[in-house]
């Protein structure tokens, strides 16, 4: 993962996206975890780009939140729309 990701922080973003910090199974608080590492990730990026190992990285988190919010859209269309429009993903 990386040092910029604390147990405290992973805790913080579950608790505020999946109901509990022991809720790192929900789709939401997932969700909100992937596009955390993907905004610090692309922070990365911007000042080194010829890291091409951390390029395939955020390809691959950017694949995985887009399979989560496909089955998310599926399942429950309310939570979707709540979900992309809290974390400001979908413009």
Known sequence: MGIYLTQE???????EYGGDAKNTGSIEGQIALFTYRIKMLSQHLNA?????ACRKAL???V???KGLLTYLAKKDIQKYRDLIAKLGIRK
């Open 63 to 65: 694949g995985k939140r």
């Open 9 to 15: 922080k992973k805790d913080e973003i579950f608790q």
């Open 48 to 52: 080194n780009q010829k890291d091409t």
């Open 59 to 61: 390809l691959t988190l």
